[in-house]
């Protein structure tokens, strides 16, 4: 069908949907029409930018779908080049170095595209810090947005091997995804303790160096940031023993010491410590950019 036709055809719907539902609906079935306008606009848009600014000899799919926005519109058609399985693997693979840090590692159980309830992952996460329900908590949050930003068809996760006193495989939702770039893209709601928000923080946010740690603040709460050689780590500030801040902390190795009362935190294994554990925060290093999550629970604790 032309694009005229179609856009008389939209224009016939939205009049007779009108006269059947009133002009309320109407006006939602138009703010409808644009958002989605808008959405395919911008992705059309980008399709010609990247195309035009490819490197001579650049494989034309591998440029549009390094591409967020235009590989999720791929994804919708059923055009992406990759099959499901293959970007879960791709998506598993970029979060293998924050499972690290909790001595975890995770592993496809399953995969059910025609699932009653949509299309389903079953995972395996093997040692992720038994007995640490928050890390554990946090690594279900790091692989949800890993998968939701490669695969964003899968609706539902389920994940077996969780921390000591959650005896039952837990179900991860994973909500509608869109590029934080895409029009009209907001953060989805979810009750707190339930969902996590991801932030992207800019360079000055960053220690320089390895071997360097770095205070900042991300929506109004305080994380530092340790820099290690290969990986990069976020924890929230203060100590959990004595409550003195971090900042003035010493990194010693791979040892993390509080200024406040001595305490020794292990940086790589999510924090771990003899008496206490600092409090890890999701992170996601790729592609030049780092992105933390602050789950429902932080943002609505007190200081």
């Known amino acids: 069908m032309a694009g005229q036709e179609t856009g008389e055809r939209i224009g016939a719907l939205l009049d007779e949907l009108a006269q059947r539902a009133g002009p309320e609906a109407r006006d939602v079935a138009d703010e409808l029409v644009r958002c989605l306008m808008e ?19 650049a494989d034309p799919l591998a440029v549009l779908t390094a591409d967020e926005l235009v590989s999720d519109l791929l994804i919708l058609h059923d055009l992406h080049p990759e099959d ?25 159980a399953g995969l059910d595209l025609e699932a009653p309830d949509g ?41 077996e091997g969780v921390a ?32 996590a ?3 992207e923080l800019g360079p000055r946010s960053l220690p320089a160096d390895d071997g360097a740690t770095r205070i900042t603040e991300v929506a109004g709460r305080t994380l530092l940031l340790v820099r290690l050689p290969g990986h990069l780590y976020a924890y929230r500030d203060p100590c959990p023993l004595c409550s003195a801040g971090l900042a003035p902390a010493l990194l010693d190795g791979e040892l993390l010491r509080c200024a406040g009362c001595g305490a020794a935190f ?4 999510a924090g771990r410590g003899d008496t206490g554990h ?3 925060v999701p992170l996601l290093e790729e592609d030049g950019a780092v992105r933390v999550a602050l789950p429902g629970e932080l943002l609505g604790a007190g200081p």
């Open 197 to 199: 928000r991801w932030y």
């Open 84 to 108: 499901t399985a293959t970007r879960v693997g791709r998506a598993l693979d970029k979060v293998r170095p924050y499972l690290g840090s909790h001595a975890g590692d995770v592993e496809v």
């Open 39 to 57: 959405f395919y606009g911008e992705g059309l848009a980008r399709t010609v930018r990247l195309l035009r600014s490819a490197p001579a000899g």
């Open 266 to 269: 292990d940086v790589r294994r």
């Open 164 to 195: 000591s006193g959650s005896p039952e495989p837990a179900l991860l939702q994973i909500l509608p995804h869109r590029p934080d770039d895409a029009p009209g893209a907001a953060p989805p709601s979810a009750p707190a303790g339930e969902a």
């Open 119 to 159: 299309p389903t992952l079953r995972l395996r996460l093997r040692g992720s810090c038994d007995g640490c329900p928050s890390s554990t908590q946090t690594v279900r949050w790091t692989i949800e947005e890993a998968v939701a930003r490669i695969a964003p068809e899968i609706e539902h996760i389920e994940v």
């Open 278 to 280: 600092l409090d890890p």
